[in-house]
T-cell receptor, first 113, second 116 residues
Framework: QKEVEQDPGPLSVPEGAIVSLNCTYS??????FMWYRQYSRKGPELLMY????GNKEDGRFTAQVDKSSKYISLFIRDSQPSDSATYLC?????????????FGQGTILTVHP | GAVVSQHPSWVICKSGTSVKIECRSL??????MFWYRQFPKQSLMLMATSNEGSKATYEQGVEKDKFLINHASLTLSTLTVTSAHPEDSSFYIC????????????FGPGTRLTVL
């Protein structure tokens, strides 16, 4: 079983739609949960960072973590064509491995006008 | 926000040559930098953790003699791909940990290496 499972998509939605991106994980040691956005041929950009179960909102983005189910989600409201990118979930166990990130496969999102 | 740069952004080299990639944190100090490799349509795979002033820690399966990492200062880490071969062609991305600020990782823009 992979440590992280992420639906690679691709996902295509019309402008203004609500987008839901999901990852499941199996490593109980993961304590920190992140979402990154990566445009083609660019490095990942941190979107959301959280370490507790529940929801965290930042503008049009909401990150949701359910530690009991080992499931995290990223919701994008009022999606825009500029949101078209690959979205990566990432996890870290903290402690001595603090900073070492385990990434999901990435979901390719296209928002069309 | 924190900025991490990489140089070069792309490089083409002949098989058997060595290539050096630089990673710099421009506006913060990074005691730890990380090197990742990303193949087309795949996710990032951590290659090694680079700590300033000490030897890098390599992930399982990564040859330390082939991928030489030096982290000589708080703002610079280098990755040298020695005796490069076509299978080393990939997108190499570094990240730097902002130890004094948010303690999160910021990624560089990546270096695309093509070995002919």
């Amino acid at each position: 079983q992979k440590e992280v499972e992420q639906d690679p998509g691709p996902l295509s939605v019309p402008e203004g739609a609500i987008v839901s991106l999901n990852c499941t994980y199996s490593n109980s040691a993961f304590q920190y949960f992140m979402w990154y956005r990566q445009y083609s041929r660019k490095g990942p950009e941190l979107l959301m960072y959280t370490y507790s179960s529940g929801n965290k909102e930042d503008g049009r983005f909401t990150a949701q973590v359910d530690k009991s189910s080992k499931y995290i989600s990223l919701f994008i409201r009022d999606s825009q064509p500029s949101d078209s990118a690959t979205y990566l979930c990432a996890f870290n166990a903290g402690g001595t491995s603090y900073g070492k990130l385990t990434f999901g496969q990435g979901t390719i999102l296209t928002v069309h006008p | 926000g924190a900025v991490v740069s990489q140089h070069p952004s792309w490089v083409i080299c002949k098989s058997g040559t060595s290539v050096k990639i630089e990673c710099r944190s421009l506006d913060f100090q990074a005691t730890t930098m990380f090197w990742y490799r990303q193949f087309p349509k795949q996710s990032l795979m951590l290659m090694a953790t680079s700590n300033e002033g000490s030897k890098a820690t390599y992930e399982q399966g990564v040859e330390k003699d082939k991928f030489l990492i030096n982290h000589a200062s708080l703002t610079l880490s280098t990755l040298t791909v020695t005796s490069a071969h076509p299978e080393d062609s990939s997108f190499y991305i570094c990240s730097a940990r902002d130890r004094l600020g948010t303690d999160t990782q910021y990624f560089g823009p990546g270096t695309r290496l093509t070995v002919l």
